[in-house]
């Protein structure tokens, strides 16, 4: 009888994940194992070694889960497919019942939809948005195994160049999102002076991105990266729901827009209506 | 010398709401389509490889309804010199584990090429499974994510997006890279591609014809089934309208 809850973490472990999986695993009556290592990351490049390496330690696995970063999204389905398993990409709510079936829900279409799902084969596999749940207490203390596998000589990693900014947009708290409104890469410049003293990670709308004002790496949306930070400053971004799919899921919104009709405002919690960069100016003083 | 690029591509609805059948499956009449915008990259990275090099073929492979053939017709215009549709109504409501086996089976049809080129995910259900599963089915490695790439000796260079930064890669052939959107924008069709295009035919294949049996197709193949679909309309708050002081406060708060 196949009884473990089997947990993949990358190089950023989601701890709240770890967290969950140690309930689920409690409710679904499975036994947790965490399986992790600088190895999953960084060392391999090659995502279809690190998967091989996977399958013996998936022999007892009822359930898998892992966080949905880049590359764990392209493991796990290799993964999947070895022990032809189903998978679910991408989920944002997760429930287990006491004969360990998995209920997995993820939205779909741009947020339009939530979709709960069932495996219908014997091991059911997941990823799930990273951050998506709290971080209790205890987690840091579930004991964790480093998977050990060959290096690959498939795929050959020449170099690395990390991000600028030190935090990922991913994982930020805090997100200052500018959009079309913003009017030029010196605005985003300025934009990025003030994410950076009040410690957070700037973000941007497509149509900023098609603008050239930022990177497409800055994009948050539909066809973007999705984040959901603690506080999500939106500025200068009118709301189409394509943007709305990237950062729903933030604790807090809030909205600066010239436009008072402008949707964004229906999906904020705080709004001010005026010109960005006075407002930006006024909250720079204000918070010095 | 890269001889034959295959690549997936989908085509996803324009509209951003969609509606569903009985069976969670996705009501695709009626709606307007478009190439999905990751597939975007993937085409033009294919038509620039092929591009590059002389005796290089592009091979088109997508699985959907049979109406889709007329909007798939239109890239042979651009260059492709073989444009496959995977398509019978067995394959309905296949999930992504249903959906590779599928496009597997069709691939294996189309014998040997030197790099499976796909979208890193589509729009309508954003799993962003397929490639990973396809590498695996066929036994190849891959690399997700590409932001650029390039032929080199007997494989390829390519960019890696990762969270934390950007991986330079280099990747043996036959390999499979799914690409990012807006890495590579559509080129647009020219006279003579237009007049090459005017008699060729999309070539339509059942699932049958790929060796595909009943229980492998759609709904009955899948490994993952929808009990349960909510609309909701997204995120919507209750806006409190303020001046800087509170924003201010706010953002302290956060900062603790
Ligand atoms: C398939 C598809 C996928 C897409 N994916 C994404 C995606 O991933 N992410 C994304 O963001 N979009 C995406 N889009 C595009 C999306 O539909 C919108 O076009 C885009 O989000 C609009 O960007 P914006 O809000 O910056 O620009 P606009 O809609 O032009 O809004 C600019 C806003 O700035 C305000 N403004 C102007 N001047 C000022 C000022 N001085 N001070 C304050 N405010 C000002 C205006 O009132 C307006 O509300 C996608 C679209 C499609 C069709």
């Known amino acids: 009888m196949k009884q473990e809850l089997l947990l993949i973490q990358g190089t950023l472990p989601d701890m709240g994940l770890q ?113 998506t749940f709290p971080v209790s207490e205890g987690a840091e203390q579930i004991p964790v195994e480093t998977l050990q596998e060959k290096p690959a000589q498939r795929v050959k990693l020449l170099e690395f160049v990390p991000l600028a900014d030190s935090v ?71 709301g189409a729901v394509q943007h709305l799919a990237g950062m729903s899921g933030s604790t807090t919104v809030i909205a600066i827009n010239s436009d008072p009709k402008a949707p964004i405002f229906q999906y904020a919690d705080y709004g001010i209506v005026g010109d960005w960069e006075s407002i930006i100016d006024q909250l720079m003083e204000e918070l010095s | 010398m890269i001889k034959r690029i295959l690549v997936c591509v989908k085509l996803v609805p324009t509209a951003t709401s969609v509606e569903m059948d009985g069976q969670f499956r996705l009501k695709r009449d009626g709606t ?13 990275a294919a038509l620039r490889l092929k591009a590059a090099t002389p005796d290089a073929e592009v091979v088109v492979l997508s699985m959907g309804p049979a109406k889709t053939s007329q909007t798939l017709q239109e890239l042979y215009a651009l260059g492709a010199d073989r444009v496959i549709l995977l398509s019978d109504p067995a394959l309905a409501g296949a999930d992504s584990f249903a959906t590779a086996k599928a496009l597997v089976a069709a691939i294996r049809c189309l014998g040997d090429f030197d790099c499976l080129l796909c979208g890193r995910r589509a729009i309508d259900a954003e799993t962003g499974q397929i490639p990973g599963q396809l590498a695996a089915a066929l036994g190849i490695p891959a690399v997700t994510n590409v932001q650029q790439l390039t032929a080199r000796d007997n494989g390829f260079l ?56 009943a229980e492998e197709c759609g709904l009955r193949g899948s490994k993952t089934k929808v009990i349960r679909v909510d609309t909701r309309a997204p995120g919507l708050r209750k806006c409190r309208y303020c001046e800087t002081d509170v924003l201010a406060e706010k953002i302290r708060e956060v900062q603790l």
């Not at chain 1, 991913?170 to 985003?188: N, Y």
């Not at chain 1, 700037?202 to 994009?219: C, E």
């Not at chain 2, 080129?187 to 294949?205: C, N, S, Y």
Request: net charge positive; aromatic share 4%; proline share 5%.
């Open chain 2, 158 to 213: 390519c960019q890696r997006r990762l969270e934390n930064g950007t991986a330079q890669l280099e990747i043996a052939a036959p390999c499979l890279l799914s690409v990012c959107e807006y890495t590579y924008p559509l080129r647009l069709p020219g006279i003579m591609g237009k007049r090459r295009a005017r008699d060729k035919q999309v070539e339509v294949l059942t699932a049958v014809a790929v060796g595909l049996s």
């Open chain 2, 32 to 44: 307007s389509l478009q190439l999905n915008i990751a597939d975007v990259s993937a085409l033009e």
């Open chain 1, 19 to 131: 967290s969950k999986a140690a309930q689920l695993a409690l409710k679904g009556h499975l036994t947790l194992r965490v399986i992790s290592g600088a190895n999953l990351e960084a060392a391999t490049a090659d995502d279809g070694a690190i998967a091989k390496a996977l399958i013996p330690q998936a022999q007892n696995a009822r359930v898998i889960l892992a966080p949905a970063t880049t590359r764990l999204r392209a493991i796990l389905p290799m993964l999947a497919w070895y022990l032809q398993a189903g998978l679910t990409a991408d989920c944002t709510h997760l429930d287990i019942s006491p004969d360990g079936t998995l209920l997995q829900t993820r939205p779909a279409f741009g947020n339009s939809l939530i979709a709960t799902i069932e495996t219908v084969s014997g091991i059911q596999m997941a990823t799930v948005r990273p951050g």
């Open chain 1, 168 to 238: 990922p947009l991913g994982e930020a708290k805090i997100i200052v999102a500018g959009g079309a409104g913003i009017g030029s890469s010196a605005g985003f410049l300025k934009l990025a002076d003030f994410a950076g003293r009040i410690g957070g990670v700037v973000g941007a709308s497509r149509n900023a991105v098609d603008a050239g004002y930022v990177p497409y790496s800055a994009q948050v949306g539909m066809t973007g990266i999705t984040v959901c930070p603690k506080l999500y400053i939106a500025v200068g971004i009118s």
